[in-house]
């Protein structure tokens, strides 16, 4: 079990942060791992399947697949993110100033671990211009892979931040943790995380970065050497809406509320700001805030601050009609 010592001065310094270019990178490793996709990845796929055939053919995805494997992967293709608004380009900047030195020291660790690399792909990654062949493979990854559907995912991704950082701050630590992921426990100024070798870790004043992910791999990853602040990546709240929920329209409750609304009352099965709810849903800020106000009027749906946001939730007649109108589906 891997054991993390926390101080006063830790916790306050924790924040929470996303990472595109995380979610990027662990999507390239599982859909090109030998094993092949598992069942998250295999319905993602069958929404970008066309897209990722595209990007294999016209891309130079074997430079960034020599720098994952198994058990190891380059900490240069995805720098650490400062915050929830960091964006891509911002990562993607870091990766391309990344010293070729250190592009060869860890590209170099990778391909020690594989028996069979291709000579060309040798030579690109000790190349001078390294960082930059690898960034512009990330880039088109970006824009074939997850571009189209970042709205909905940095979405999730916020409304998972939101609930968290609310129980922290109304429960504490040992609750938000617990909370976090079922092998993260708190004990008396430590951080127990199981399935991880016997090691003891202090974080020195460093805080934790706490990043939640859609496709983070085994659930959860820890952080513990530089680039990266000592962080814990974890699977975020609400991903398997991605996944599975279809549309209402043509449900009893589409017929009832409308399909726009009855697609907004499922979309709340977490809290949500109605910018959140309109990157998920893809509608409009002014259709998902008069479709709102119609729910409140109903009372199907309430409202409360939370920080500077204002978050919806379903009221309990709300929850009853989308339990029955899933029930029924």
């Given amino acids: ?6 101080s006063p001065e830790d916790l306050a310094r924790s924040r929470f942060a996303i990472s595109p270019l995380w979610e990027l990178v662990h999507l390239l490793r599982r859909l090109g791992s030998p094993g092949g996709p ?6 993602w796929l069958a ?5 990722y055939r595209v990007l294999r053919d016209r891309t130079d995805l074997p430079l960034v697949a020599a720098l994952q494997p198994p058990g190891y992967g380059a900490d240069f293709l995805s720098p650490p993110p400062e915050g929830v608004a960091t964006t891509v380009e911002d990562l993607l900047a870091v990766v391309r100033a990344t010293p070729p030195e250190r592009v060869r020291t860890e590209a170099g660790a990778a391909l020690a671990r ?7 792909v040798r030579g ?5 211009d390294a960082a930059e062949r690898v960034a512009d493979v990330l880039s088109a990854a970006w824009e074939e892979l997850l571009a189209p ?4 995912l940095r979405a999730i991704l916020e409304r998972d931040v939101v609930h968290r950082a609310g129980r922290l701050v109304s429960d504490g630590w040992a609750a938000a943790l617990a909370d976090l992921h079922p092998r993260l426990r708190w004990r008396d100024g430590c951080i127990d995380v199981g399935r991880f070798p016997e090691q003891v870790v202090r974080l020195g004043g460093r805080g934790l ?7 983070v791999s085994g659930g959860l990853a820890v952080a513990l050497e530089a680039p990266w602040p000592p962080a814990l990546v974890y699977p975020a709240r609400g991903t398997a809406a991605l996944w599975e929920r279809t549309g209402a329209g043509g449900s009893g409750l589409g017929r009832l509320l409308g399909a726009a609304r009855a697609e907004l009352l499922l979309a709340l099965d977490e809290p949500a700001s109605t910018t959140q709810l309109a990157r998920s849903l893809g509608q409009s800020l002014g259709a998902v805030g008069d479709h ?3 729910l409140r009027d109903s009372g199907l749906v309430t409202r409360a601050r939370a920080g500077r946001s204002v978050l919806y939730r379903r009221t309990p007649v709300g929850d009853a009609l989308a339990v029955a109108s899933t029930s029924a589906s």
């Fill in 149 to 152: 559907d970042w709205p909905a």
């Fill in 47 to 51: 929404r970008v399947g066309e897209r």
């Fill in 124 to 128: 690109v990654l000790a190349g001078a």
């Fill in 209 to 215: 970065l706490l990043v939640p992910s859609v496709f």
């Fill in 38 to 43: 598992d069942v998250v990845l295999a319905r």
């Fill in 292 to 294: 709102l106000a119609v």
């Fill in 1 to 6: 079990m891997l054991h993390v010592e926390v």
């Fill in 114 to 120: 594989q028996r069979h690399v291709d000579p060309r």
